[in-house]
């Protein structure tokens, strides 16, 4: 097969397969395409609570910059940028993707200045209800807030239905993702802090 038509296919596979560019915290092995944008609010529900808000969108293919706004109790608010480049994308039950970034690239947010690397695996999901759905497993390595070996889960239970759930070495994240309609996304977490909830606008042009 013609080289440009492989990666041509595998770029439209990707595409309609993968999901999030991050689970809740943690950075997965896909970045955003380019005509991506997702915006996404997350607020903890005890008081006083963190909110947190992140606007990404690709500047160019398998380059992604996210925009961050957080508001920490005791710190204030702040804003930064993180970066993330995918070296490939995933290719469900096929390839892994495999990306490399750096979080808080300003030194200003409660993250702190933090290089990463994660891999992600894709399987598709077999069912009557499922379209495009796949299980994600991501497993990182990075330094700062990561503080070494990190793992996330993506796992489909029902049409607009996902369990979602991380472990960054230092605490548990684990809820449920509901899209009531495309493009947005509802969210229920819980954490040794205190629950979060959040919603996530997602566009592709």
């Given at each position: 097969m013609n080289p440009r038509v492989l990666a041509a296919c595998l770029l439209v596979a990707t595409v309609t397969t993968a999901h999030a560019d991050r689970v809740v915290f943690l950075p997965t092995g896909y970045t955003l395409q380019p005509g991506e944008i997702r915006v996404e609010f997350l607020r903890e529900t005890r008081t006083p609570a963190q909110t947190l808000v992140y606007v990404q969108a690709a500047v160019m293919p398998f380059l992604e910059v996210q925009g961050v706004w957080e508001d920490l109790p005791g710190?204030?608010?702040a804003a930064s940028l993180n970066v993330q480049y995918s070296i490939t994308q995933p290719f469900p039950d096929v390839l892994p993707g495999?990306?490399?970034?750096?979080?808080?690239?300003?030194?200003?947010?409660?993250?702190?200045?933090?290089?990463?690397?994660?891999?992600?695996?894709?399987?598709?999901?077999?069912?009557?209800?499922?379209?495009?759905?796949?299980?994600?497993?991501?497993?990182?390595?990075?330094?700062?807030?990561?503080?070494?070996?990190?793992?996330?889960?993506?796992?489909?239970?029902?049409?607009?239905?996902?369990?979602?759930?991380?472990?960054?070495?230092?605490?548990?994240?684990?809820?449920?993702?509901?899209?009531?309609?495309?493009?947005?996304?509802?969210?229920?977490?819980?954490?040794?802090?205190?629950?979060?909830?959040?919603?996530?606008?997602?566009?592709?042009?």
């Open positions: 710190s204030g608010a495999v990306s490399v970034g750096v979080l808080d690239l300003l030194g200003e947010t409660g993250a702190g200045f933090s290089l990463f690397t994660a891999i992600t695996w894709q399987t598709g999901i077999f069912s009557n209800w499922a379209t495009t759905e796949s299980a994600n497993i991501t497993i990182g390595y990075g330094t700062g807030r990561f503080r070494g070996a990190f793992v996330a889960l993506e796992l489909p239970m029902f049409q607009g239905v996902t369990f979602i759930g991380e472990h960054d070495s230092r605490e548990l994240i684990a809820g449920l993702e509901f899209e009531p309609v495309n493009g947005i996304a509802l969210r229920v977490l819980v954490r040794e802090r205190g629950p979060l909830i959040g919603v996530q606008f997602r566009r592709k042009f």
